[in-house]
């Protein structure tokens, strides 16, 4: 079994910010795949059902970002998880808009719900990085994750959230980089690779 976390802030006020984008992308994944009903579980809500041939529960914590460990320690304490079998998808300044990158384990880089993570299960987690971009100058970024996407951001955001649920199979699979290029291709298919700032990647 894996644990598919989604990194944003409860509420309607919210729903929309970029620092949300985790929550859209496994409710994404939860359409695509037909899975069960959101339910309130876990200090938040979840859902479960059958993915590239194993159990999925997906996870949307209902405390706040900074908070997002308490929930994920939970649901990881009931179904007897290692850190390893646990999947964050969150909201990456450091990554262009619409890239998507997979790393295990590694720093929070400032990113406070995988901080949280990290302090509740340790850091060998699975982390599914998802550009937002970021202004020019440090100071703007908190205000920049809690403002909402732009009506041109949109088209790549739905996109993009449809790609990841389309390929998230792979994933289950341990086929992490195979999930990377298949979403990168499709994104570049679409002419959605955002911002024009696919080169520089860090």
């Known amino acids: 079994m894996l644990l598919f976390v989604g990194l944003g802030n409860p509420g309607t006020r919210h729903a929309g910010n970029r620092h949300n984008i985790?929550?859209?992308?496994?409710?994404?994944?939860?359409?695509?795949?037909?899975?069960?009903?959101?339910r309130r579980r876990f200090q938040g809500v979840a859902a479960d059902g059958a993915l590239g041939g194993e159990r999925v529960l997906l996870l949307l914590p209902g405390t706040f970002m900074n908070e997002s460990g308490r929930a994920v320690q939970e649901a990881a304490h009931f179904y007897k998880l290692a850190p390893g079998e646990v999947v964050a998808f969150h909201d990456e300044v450091d990554l262009p808009p619409a890239k998507v990158r997979v790393k295990t384990g590694g720093s929070d880089a400032g990113h406070n719900g995988l901080r949280s993570i990290t302090a509740a299960i340790g850091n060998a987690y699975k982390r599914v990085r998802i550009g937002i971009g970021k202004p020019n100058a440090k100071e703007l970024v908190p205000s920049h994750v809690l403002s909402d996407f732009s009506r041109e951001e949109w088209p790549w955001v739905e996109a993009l959230c449809d790609v990841i649920a389309d390929n998230a199979a792979l994933l289950v699979e341990g086929k992490d980089a195979t999930f990377q290029n298949r979403v990168h291709l499709a994104m570049d298919a679409k002419g959605l690779l955002a911002g024009g700032g696919v080169h520089g990647d860090r």
Do not use: D, K, S
């Open 22 to 38: 985790g929550f859209m992308a496994v409710q994404a994944i939860a359409r695509r795949h037909r899975l069960a009903p959101w």
